[in-house]
């Protein structure tokens, strides 16, 4: 063991976007602050943040069916879009906030407009759809959403969807030109980039952390190099356990009550990618449809302009697997060994209760190649088999709470537990993760950073013109800051406007 031992104000496991959207979030409110990001990979964005690992769509609530659920009586609930599309625009303030100060590089490399669309077939889904698009279009967010039913507009909108298909087919779709594709490995590069510019700033990789103990300064973290075996012990005021299916092992180290009865239900993914250029040509827009019953969300095929350093392909999926990994990278030991007295009830529980998603888990499992592809024709009737091929994604660790009813329930989205004294906090779960993970970590800050609030608050309210209450109920607000936002991450013809 190291006799010496370094002391930082504060230690962030894993070097993915959110302890890199943290970590320069930290440093824009306090430059002398000292802070270490630690990963266990060769470089940081190698597992849920690399562009082929998740789908890259900047999630506004726009096109995701899931994210407006129809009651009993057919009406539909838009609230959570509402938050969603509100929490991105607050991450496209923090993005416009870097780049108007001229060191971050250039948007280009990391978001890109891409129409957003949602597509329906059959009565039922047609009505539920023209519901949703009469509900979203009341509010000032989704006001620019349009609808067709007619098979000449959708020809417009989505080219290669339409060839081929049966005139007689009963479909509908919704399209805003406002969406974004983002390249989250490559922001977080530009983000950890910045980072290290700052000074008081690093990122060391091949990290594991085998150890943490709270003592009186915060915690004492024990750090293996994974290439000589050597540890060494960091004394951190403040830990952020921010290491995707990873930070659920780690919370259960630390030993806090806050983390008791939480568990993980790992499930893997896989595409079907296109780069014909082609055939990339004829679709140019995100389109979600609805998932089949018994799908976890993260399932909701959709047919995706992926634009991946440049250059443009077609994603589709994502078709979902099996694996005891919390990690791609991962050990198959991870979900035996993350179970612990506290959390086997919750586990048992959800495993009683969600056997139609274990149905359809190995369903999806046992799947050929030609079968994902008959899904594929679903949305693209004329495919030819040899423009496509089956690409990994990466792995999702949902999130499996106790619950007072049902004693464990699984949750699909994200949940911060931070300690009480707000001197730990890690980040479970999956999507929407990264598009919102701005009011994922402003949130971490208010919890974990209150006694700063006071001396923080005129940077944040520079930083971020609006917060997620005031986009949601102000329309003179909402335009007035996306405009600037689209305008500054270049995703609008206009010119950049000043900073």
């Given at each position: 063991m190291a006799?010496?031992?370094?002391?930082?104000?504060?230690?962030?496991?894993?070097?993915?976007?959110?302890?890199?959207?943290?970590?320069?979030?930290?440093?824009?409110?306090?430059?002398?602050?000292?802070?270490?990001?630690?990963?266990?990979?060769?470089?940081?964005?190698?597992?849920?943040?690399?562009?082929?690992?998740?789908?890259?769509?900047?999630?506004?609530?726009?096109?995701?069916?899931?994210?407006?659920?129809?009651?009993?009586?057919?009406?539909?609930?838009?609230?959570?879009?509402?938050?969603?599309?509100?929490?991105?625009?607050?991450?496209?303030?923090?993005?416009?906030?870097?780049?108007?100060?001229?060191?971050?590089?250039?948007?280009?490399?990391?978001?890109?407009?891409?129409?957003?669309?949602?597509?329906?077939?059959?009565?039922?889904?047609i009505e539920f759809l023209k519901t949703r698009f009469e509900a979203l279009r009341q509010h000032h967010a989704f006001a620019s959403m349009e609808y067709a039913e007619d098979h000449a507009t959708m020809a417009e909108w989505m080219p290669l969807m339409m060839q081929g298909r049966d005139d007689g087919e009963r479909i509908a779709a919704t399209r805003v030109l406002g969406g974004t594709d983002v390249n989250f490995g490559a922001l977080t590069a530009q983000l950890l980039a910045y980072l290290a510019k700052q000074g008081g700033a690093t990122v060391t990789c091949n990290q594991k952390v085998t150890d943490l103990k709270r003592n009186e300064d915060g915690w004492r973290v024990t750090i293996k190099d994974t290439r000589n075996g050597e540890a060494r012990e960091v004394q951190a005021r403040f830990v952020f356990l921010g290491a995707g299916g990873g930070a659920l092992p780690l919370l259960q180290l630390s030993g806090i009550p806050e983390g008791k009865g939480f568990g993980g239900f790992p499930v893997s993914g896989q595409w079907l990618r296109c780069d014909n250029p082609e055939v990339v040509e004829l679709h140019q827009a995100k389109v979600y449809s609805q998932a089949e019953v018994g799908a976890p969300p993260m399932s909701v095929?959709?047919?995706?302009?992926?634009?991946?350093?440049?250059?443009?392909?077609?994603?589709?999926?994502?078709?979902?697997?099996?694996?005891?990994?919390?990690?791609?990278?991962?050990?198959?030991?991870?979900?035996?060994?993350?179970?612990?007295?506290?959390?086997?009830g919750p586990m048992l529980a959800v495993a009683r209760d969600n056997m139609d998603l274990t149905r359809y888990l190995i369903k999806e499992v046992m799947q050929s190649q030609e079968q994902r592809l008959d899904t594929l024709r679903r949305f693209y009737p004329t495919l030819k088999a040899e423009d496509w091929r089956l690409e990994i994604a990466g792995?999702?660790?949902q999130i499996i709470k106790k619950d007072p009813k049902k004693g464990g329930i699984l949750q699909f989205g994200t949940e911060l537990v931070a300690a009480g004294d707000g001197s730990i906090a890690a980040l479970l779960g999956a999507s929407p993760g990264a598009s919102v993970t701005v009011s994922i970590m402003l949130d971490l800050i208010e919890r974990c950073f209150a006694d700063r609030a006071g001396e923080w608050s005129g940077k944040l309210a520079e930083i971020f013109p609006a917060r997620e209450k005031v986009l949601q109920t102000d329309a003179a607000v909402y335009n007035e800051v996306s405009t600037r936002s689209d305008q500054l991450l270049e995703l609008t013809s206009k010119s950049p406007v000043a900073a």
């Open positions: 006799q010496n031992i370094e002391t930082v104000d504060a230690l962030l496991v894993g070097a993915g976007i959110m302890s890199a959207t943290l970590a320069v979030l930290l440093k824009e409110l306090d430059p002398g602050m000292k802070l270490e990001i630690v990963e266990l990979q060769e470089s940081g964005a190698v597992e849920s943040s690399n562009p082929w690992n998740n789908a890259g769509t900047g999630h506004a609530g726009l096109c995701e069916l899931n994210y407006t659920p129809q009651a009993a009586d057919g009406s539909v609930d838009i609230k959570k879009a509402v938050l969603i599309n509100s929490q991105f625009e607050v991450s496209k303030q923090f993005w416009s906030h870097l780049i108007a100060k001229g060191s971050f590089g250039s948007p280009k490399n990391f978001i890109n407009p891409i129409p957003h669309l949602s597509f329906v077939r059959g009565d039922k889904d095929p959709h047919l995706d302009t992926r634009v991946v350093d440049g250059k443009k392909s077609l994603l589709f999926g994502p078709y979902a697997g099996f694996s005891t990994k919390f990690l791609k990278h991962g050990s198959f030991l991870d979900l035996p060994l993350s179970v612990r007295p506290s959390n086997l792995q999702r660790v």
